[in-house]
């Protein structure tokens, strides 16, 4: 028997094939969603990816952008692609608490409160112009996001797997908006932003789109929850090696200590980093996590938590730059992928 045929007979060499299997699996689906959204974002697939990855790795989604470049056709098209419940919650400045958590009802005829769940009761979250509501009203996604459950009147109610929010908000018009918490932007994994298309893109959306009908009338689903749930669990068993590991953390750490950043990433960020480098090693077909799938997450999954001083602002000192400095400074670990 070979090296190789050692390596790979018995129980780990069947799990090994099984996971490979799995990753397979993931990487068909996922290129369906992608191609099933690239029909309505043009030329966009990077966006789309950060969109997958946030699904797979159980994270939230925050579309920051200006107006009219896509960012709720892009939340809505995913919603689309999958089959699975979806809510669209529009965040206005009278929407109440209760209106994304649900309330007690009083039944006349049982003579019982009865419990009607909000918008928040759903797979897919679509959050439109989050910034546009009430500081209390959008505390009330804090304990949705972070522990996928709602608390009424005393009862917890758990929300089902996958439960993803995709929110988007405008970073331009300040008027009638309140800025999102640095306790709610936290608990996005990733912020995005589309950006203009380029000059073959949008020709081809004049094309496609400019006859007056929907886009997203065409979409029909090409997945559902049940096999969602499935590639999760792959996900979840992509191997991150001691020393990838430690280099997350020196990533991490290193925006605690800048002087440039009056405030750090938290462990939090650090956990939604490596689940975001699993999903991203899965998507590229691979059962371990390398360095690089980390550097390449590191703007996009942290970069929204961090805050500036007041003298890094004024010499014009972004938190994207500082990333970029911290990231190229931590040594990289050599070799350090297989289990």
Known sequence: MTAIDQRTDGPAGDARDDLAHELDHLRQVCARVAANVGRVIEGKPEVVRIALVALLAEGHLLLEDVPGVGKTMLSKSLARSIDATVRRIQFTPDLLPSDITGVSVFNQQTREFEFRPGGIFANIVVGDEINRASPKTQSALLECMEERQVSVDGTTYRLETPFIVIATQNPVEMEGT??????????????????????????????????????????????????????????????????????????????????????????????????????????????????????????????????????????????????????????????????
């Open 178 to 339: 309140y800025a999102l918490p640095e306790a709610q932007r936290d608990r996005f994994l990733a912020r995005v932003s589309i950006g203009y298309p380029v000059a073959r893109a949008e020709v081809a959306m004049l094309a496609n789109h400019a006859g007056g009908s929907d886009p997203l009338d065409g979409l029909t689903a090409v997945t559902d929850a049940t096999e969602v749930r499935t590639l999760i669990g792959t996900v979840r068993r992509v191997h991150v090696s001691p020393a990838v590991q430690q280099y997350a953390v020196a990533i991490v750490g290193g925006t605690r200590t800048s002087p440039d950043l009056l405030l750090g990433a938290s462990p939090r960020a650090t956990l939604h980093l490596v689940r975001a480098a699993k999903a991203a090693a899965a998507l590229d077909g691979r059962s371990y996590v390398l360095p690089d799938d980390v550097a390449g997450l590191v703007r996009t999954v942290l970069s929204h938590r961090l805050l500036p001083t007041v003298e890094a602002s004024l010499r014009g000192r972004d938190p994207e730059a500082v990333l970029e400095e911290i990231a190229a400074q931590t040594p990289v670990p050599a070799g350090a992928h297989r289990a």
